[in-house]
């Protein structure tokens, strides 16, 4: 019975991967770092922001902290896919301008391996490059765009252990890859017809994530229980490379092993009432502040460097909360998951010396029962998001996100009796 779960998450994992290539973003604040961070969450919790740390369920894969795989019914197989459609405003002073796209965001499978011991594996965005934006050179007001498209992803796979009923610790471990492009275009100069490539930026990725998790559950009273989370990923070089190619000089630079992941840090807490209301708080904390990053400085030798002061510590506190009226009722609407989530992050880079934007969401959603002559375990999730991005004397961005997900929790591994 084990063997045909894995069989089947293996047959899964091609689709995951041809699918990751396809998230996107408009954001000219993604030209910065590694591009604009990814939020991670599944169907359920991004109705919530993305409230993680406390969660553990039978029915939904929680990949934010893998302490909660060994909550999965032994019975099922749990798998979560989800794609999302973007709507931003962008404003800088009085010029205003509309973008839409969609995205795949992530698939994720989950299933009991042993008793108090659940295993998961799936793909999910980490960064996400994309802009095409035009400026002028001071004085001459030459043209000059900028361009770039990338982002990195990681395929992971975890196991969850319950090691005494109160306490469960997890791990995922993922193979983070990607790569990026960045070009500074000139418009037409006035010697020549012909566009120029002021300078093109490259990298590519390929590297390791751990990301450690733990879980302590305990009850307040028989109606009401408490769930302490916490995940830690561990920073390291990322090797790879990166290059920096000048056209009017026709030379190309070449850093080895410039990026680095940060320690990061994620604390929540969850109180469950009578498993209908569930409410809690986050806080991440990521210390990309020391790290160093690629910069182009024609006043320098080498012209092409590592430099600190690039790159800043990111916070990020959520609180968020889930309601289902009555989870046994035969009416539909009591059995709905109502959530609703807000959010506060602050950036993770420095723009012209100056902090990056601010982002502040709200967001709310359902999750559907599936009814079915099966069962009616599988659940849909829908949930919209408002995101609001901004930096003094910079581009404001309004961006309204509807995230569409759907759990699919059938019970393909019980046993029959026939009489």
Known sequence: MKMKKIFVVLCLLPLS???????VTMSP????GLGTLAEQSQ???????GLAQGFRFSNQVNALNPASYSAIDSVTMVFDIGMAGHFTNYKEGDMKKNEKNASFEYAVASFRILKNLGMAVGILPFSNIGYNFETSLNEVEIPVTYKGDGGLHQVFLGMGWRIIKPLSVGFNFSYLWGDYTHNIISGTLPTTDVN??????????SSFKLDLGAQYMFDLRKSDK?????????????????????????????????????MMYSFGVVWNHKNNLFL???LNLQQWGSKLFPVFDDTTTDKYVLREGQLKNRTKVVVGGEWIPNPVSRNFFKRVHYRMGISYATPYYYINGADGPKEFSISAGFGLPIANSYNNRSILNISGQWVHSSATGMITENTFRINIGLTFNERWFMKWKVE
Not at 43 to 49: L, Q, S
Not at 196 to 205: C, E, G, N, V
Request: aromatic letters at 14%; glycine letters at 10%; a negative charge.
């Open 280 to 282: 809690g708080a986050d």
């Open 196 to 205: 120029s490539i002021y300078r093109t930026y490259t990298a590519d990725i």
């Open 29 to 32: 604040y993604s030209r910065y």
């Open 17 to 23: 991967f041809v699918a990751s290539a396809q998230s």
């Open 43 to 49: 169907g359920f919790n991004r109705g919530m922001n």
């Open 226 to 262: 408490l769930t302490l989370g916490a995940t830690v990923s561990i920073g390291h070089n990322l090797g790879g490379e990166a290059s920096c190619y000048v056209d009017n000089t026709e030379v190309s630079y070449t850093i080895e092993k410039p990026f680095s992941l940060p």
